[in-house]
């Protein structure tokens, strides 16, 4: 728990889960990799102690189960896109927070911008390596499956990378734009905004409500009391008629 992750939940989670439990594996990892990069300052050295704090107790939770190679690759399969689906929450933080320096007239003649969207830029790369690193102590069971998803993933790319080439594109325009149409501002307007950059963008990130796509799922049920409501003021309505 020190990291902000309950480890001996997720590692019991694996340890006893079957091949059929997949989105409920996914999600379990979703939810707690989002939630430990919310607990802190969204730097890239904050997101790989996360990835590879997840990866290790998931794998080790894994290398309990009974389960076959091919379950196994299913089921680490599902919590690296755990961690993608996280990911992908951290990368739009950050777009939206780059968004905001832009349209306070931020230019990528500072180079807290560029380092930011480099930042941004270098997210995918450093979700592969760092489950790749964190994979090369799991035992000798988990090699073959863990190979196997992260060749797969490398071939097929990751929401993640999808997300943060989509990001850096637009902005890049974006302020290329404002700067030829000369709306760029001065260090002095941006500096203090770019210097609390990643507790910004950590704000960012604990103001997304909607989660993982299923966390917005529990408040649903409250507008089911409004058509209970409904019969009793027809029923009050309809009394003064008869009389």
Do not use: C, H
Not at 20 to 27: E, M, N, S, T, V
Request: proline residues 4%.
């Amino acid at each position: 728990m020190k990291s902000g992750i309950d480890q001996d939940a997720l590692i019991d989670m694996f340890a006893q889960a079957s091949a059929k439990q997949g989105d409920k594996l996914r999600k379990a990892v979703a939810d707690a990799t989002l939630k430990a990069l919310q607990g802190r300052e969204l730097t890239l050295d904050n997101v790989r102690k996360v990835i590879k704090t997840v990866t290790q107790a998931t794998s080790a939770g894994a290398a309990k189960n009974p389960a076959s190679a091919v379950d196994a690759e299913n089921m680490l399969r599902k919590a690296f896109d755990g961690m993608d689906s996280a990911l992908l929450k951290a990368v739009e933080a950050n777009r939206k927070a780059l968004q905001q320096l832009v349209d306070q007239g931020a230019g990528l003649r500072e180079g807290q911008m560029k380092a930011a969207l480099a930042g941004v830029e270098k997210m995918e790369d450093l979700f592969f390596s760092t489950v790749g690193k964190a994979v090369q102590g799991a035992g000798a069971p988990l090699q073959g499956p863990w190979n196997q998803v992260l060749k797969t993933m490398k071939i097929e790319g990751t929401a993640t990378g999808a997300g943060a080439a989509q990001t850096v594109e637009q902005l890049m325009a974006q302020a290329q734009d404002a700067l030829r149409k000369g709306r760029a501002s001065g260090l002095r307007a941006t500096q203090a905004l770019m210097d609390s950059y990643a507790a910004m963008v950590s704000g960012v990130l604990i103001g997304m409500s909607e989660g993982l796509g299923g966390a917005s799922a529990p408040a649903k049920p409250a507008p089911s009391a409004a058509p209970a409501k409904a019969p009793a003021k027809k029923a009050t309505r309809a009394a003064p008629r008869k009389s």
